[in-house]
RNA sequence: GCCACCGUAGCUCAGUGGUAGAGCACUCCCUUGGUAAGGGAGAGGUCACGGGUUCAAGUCCCGUUGGUGGCUCCA
């Protein structure tokens, strides 16, 4: 009976015997069996000798062809293999007492969690030997040989070998209780096998089973270690069993392998790249800012230098928003938990919320009670019957449940440092009537927010616990929703646009249709969705539906950015919400003289200040295009001499409100031009007598490695004053 | 939060139990110069903080604090 294979493509081919994926890619054309790696059997991904016994879809995944892109597929099965290699190289380095746990494909590459036994350990110290290894045995070109092996018969091998993880990875396969591993928190967390169980356990020998080196492993595998390519240790870590901190601390040994020894390179330099424009070294080496442990972790202090970054930001938005006409409004950092109660903030956010402020007099009283901390909690954090009565009623759903509620009498109030600012602009709004003619209302704050990180999320200016959020809520009717989610993108555009960040794409995330978490009316829905895809669409940049990503009061639109050397970062969001207007109850009136639900639209084209900044400041390497630049020129005399003509050139640049700096310290010329080229200064504005003379400055732009030559101060200074207004994105004042 | 590593001058870092160092930056002096570091001198430290071991601690041990990396993507 013959074997029907279907390709990729539709074409189908028929066998008269079982034939193995590497025969089938044989039959389509010697250059693809020769770059074949692995194939996909009715998608699921397997080795090129896997017999095809029955009719099936079948991919095969090949090797790039020189200068082409190697596919995820391909690269994953390579880098699974390179782990296998390391792996070997590393027992062979350390010692044969190394465990290996867990070892799979990343996005970036690969890593290998092994138990080093007592007394001996993996060092960086070792990574030159370890990939010398490597390399050899890539170059030994050593089959990757899969055996399989009967359950029972599977495990005692694993036993005898003493290798408890493995033990457990392989009754995690057959799908039966783990006899060994004991860490779980607690026994209903016990994860379920994610592939259903199998009867056989596979192995893969790098080489001949039973002679050279193998592993537990499910595949598949490229053909032969020589068919990795370049592959190299780059990093070690610590991890749990399991990702599980009850259980045995691992080593984990990052690396990663490409196709070619020119990619590998490259992604090297990436690297390195990256930890060049790291924004915590640039932002010390500027002086754009600082964090100070006793001020505390995640909180960042704007220096001169980085608050002139940001100030010129927040301006150039605040320009944007007013052509558009957004109001600007101040509200503090603080507000009673009650109202952080009716927005839902707390409790559901309350694990990343700074602790309530409980009033003095309260605390004393508790004290005074004899409370314990968790009743002065359960007071705290509790509602009265009439709260629920209220929020039930406007949401028209048991939106409070009982258990929180507690007699009026226990009920303890306090502040709450704002998590988010959309409550206070609700109740803005809510302070004056509002008609259908005056919507919608768009209120915009540069708002500081405070959450509660956990200490190993924090980093530098990206991930902090205090930050300025460049926030705003629109408060429109549904058929406002449409033109006010296009305005925001086009505002995102303009941003974008004027920093240079012409490479971007937006995620749009809409409702799981199968769950039922949302607030809101199905048809409410259908036409946020709509208007968030419809606007989307008109930006022609790439975006992607996102079904279950979204709010579940309302649908979502995410911005991700790439950067200059091509590293994704999600920055502002824009979301449709339902919600909020309900539990604050506000309303407008209708051309039918009856009040009516607004909604929401918040919307924040940076996310933060903070983390903007902290992008931007990698994203230009610490060389910001003028009119952001904290300083925007420096004079630099040739000689004392010429000093008093710098002064005069200075006062013309700070006449004319360019921020500017001259050096008239002892240098000679070629000493000021490094320092200033060190601090990223745009212009240098080199004046010697001959510039003197004829009122002249001499031009040198940030980049360009030489004098460009001589022009008239005025000259410079207009168009200087241009470039700045017009906010360019490059340099472009020439002699 | 948990684990590993780390914390020495403003910055980057050396210093394996025996008198705290270098380069850059800073101040002063010499040099008065034409496009990516001229020369010299000086100042600058409770070696993160607290405890311990030792004749002796930046160095070894314990604790605290802060930073960095990481905390599964079916073996």
Redesign the pocket.
């Known amino acids: 009976m013959p074997i029907q294979v279907t390709l990729p493509n539709g074409d189908k081919k028929s066998f008269d015997a079982p034939v193995t994926a590497a025969d089938v890619a044989r039959s389509i054309g010697p250059g693809l069996a020769k770059s074949a790696l692995a194939c996909k059997i009715d998608g ?1 991904a397997r080795d090129l000798s896997t017999l095809i016994d029955r009719d099936c879809s079948l991919a095969i995944i090949a090797a790039p062809k020189p200068g082409q892109q190697a596919s995820p597929d391909a690269l994953y099965v390579m880098r699974h293999s390179a782990a296998h290699v390391m792996a070997e190289a590393i027992q062979d380095v350390v010692g044969k007492d190394v465990l290996l746990a ?3 494909p ?2 970036t590459g690969f890593f290998y969690d092994m138990f080093v036994p007592e007394g001996k350990k993996i060092s960086s110290d070792q990574f030159e030997a370890i990939n010398a290894r490597m390399a050899e045995i890539i170059g030994a070109d050593r089959p990757f040989t899969r055996y399989e092996a009967a359950s029972e018969e599977g495990l005692s091998k694993l036993r005898a070998e003493g290798n408890k993880y ?1 033990v457990d ?2 009754e ?2 057959l799908g039966r209780p783990p006899s060994v591993y004991t860490g779980a928190k607690s026994g209903s967390q016990q ?1 379920a ?3 259903g169980p ?1 009867s056989l ?2 192995f893969y020998a790098t080489g001949a089973p039973g002679k050279d080196w193998e592993d ?3 595949g598949p595998h490229v053909p032969s270690t020589g068919r990795i390519g370049a592959a190299r240790v780059t ?1 070690l ?4 069993w ?4 009850n259980s045995d ?1 691992l080593t ?1 040994v990052y690396g990663t392998a490409f196709p070619t020894q020119a990619e590998l390179d490259a992604y090297l330099r990436q690297l390195e790249e990256s930890r060049a424009r790291d924004h ?2 640039i932002g ?2 500027l002086r754009l800012f600082h ?1 100070d ?1 006793e001020v505390g ?2 909180l960042i202090l704007w220096t001169p230098n980085g608050s002139i970054v940001r100030k010129e930001l927040q301006t150039f938005i605040a320009d944007e928003l007013r052509k558009q006409g957004y109001t600007e409004v101040f509200t503090p950092h603080i507000g009673r938990l009650e109202l952080y109660k009716t927005s839902g903030h707390f409790p559901y956010y309350k694990d990343s919320q700074f602790a309530p402020i409980v009033e003095r007099d309260d605390l004393a009283r508790l004290a005074g009670e004899g409370c314990s901390c968790a009743e002065m909690m359960r007071r705290v954090e509790g509602v009265s019957g009439h709260f629920r009565d209220v929020m039930n009623e406007r949401t028209r759903a048991q939106t409070i449940a009982p258990e929180r509620v507690i007699p009026d009498a226990q009920l303890v109030s306090g502040f709450l440092l704002k998590p988010m600012n959309c409550p206070h602009h609700a109740k803005i709004f809510a302070s004056a009537p509002h008609s259908y003619r005056d919507m919608p209302v768009r209120l915009a704050e540069f708002g500081t927010v405070y959450r509660w990180e ?7 200016m990206t991930r902090v616990r205090g930050f300025t959020q460049d926030d705003a809520h629109l408060f429109c009717t549904e058929d406002q929703i449409p033109a006010e989610v296009q305005g925001c993108l086009s505002l995102v555009r303009v941003i974008f646009n004027t920093l240079g960040m012409k490479d971007y794409r937006v995620r749009v995330g809409m409702r799981d249709p199968s769950a039922d978490k949302y607030t809101g009316t199905k048809e409410n829905w259908d036409k946020a969705e709509a208007a968030c895809l419809a606007a989307a669409e008109s930006l022609g940049v790439p975006f992607t539906r996102e079904p279950g990503e979204a709010a579940f009061y309302g649908p979502k639109i995410d911005f991700v950015v790439k950067d200059v050397i091509g590293r994704e970062w999600q920055l502002g969001t824009v979301q449709v919400d339902y919600n909020m207007a309900i539990r604050f109850d506000l309303s407008y009136i209708g051309p039918d003289n009856r009040p009516h639900r607004p909604v929401v639209i918040h919307r924040a084209p940076f996310g933060s200040m903070e983390r903007f900044c902290g992008v931007l400041i990698e994203h230009f390497a610490g060389a910001f295009p003028a009119w952001l630049s904290p300083q925007q020129a420096r004079v630099l005399p ?4 010429t000093n008093d003509y710098a002064q005069r050139v200075l006062a013309a640049l700070h006449a004319a409100g360019v921020r500017a700096r001259v050096d008239t ?7 000021k ?3 200033a ?2 601090e990223k200064v745009p212009y ?1 504005l ?6 003197a003379e004829q009122n002249a400055v ?1 031009v ?1 732009v940030r ?1 360009q ?3 460009l030559g ?1 022009m008239p101060l005025g000259l410079f200074v207009e168009r200087l004053g241009a470039e700045i207004r017009e906010r360019r994105a490059h340099l472009s004042v020439t002699p």
């Open positions: 699921e867990y070892g799979p990343t996005e493995k990875n392989a995690r396969a994860e096998p994610r592939a199998s356990l596979s537990l492993c499910r990093s870590a610590s991890s749990y399991h990702g599980d901190e601390r984990r915590r070294v010390r080496h964090i442990e972790q995640g956990q200490s190993g999320e924090l980093n530098g040739i000689s004392e001499k310290g002892s240098d000679r010329i070629q000493g031009i490094k320092a080229a060190d240098l080199v004046v010697g007598p001959r510039d001499s040198r980049g490695e030489k004098d001589a």
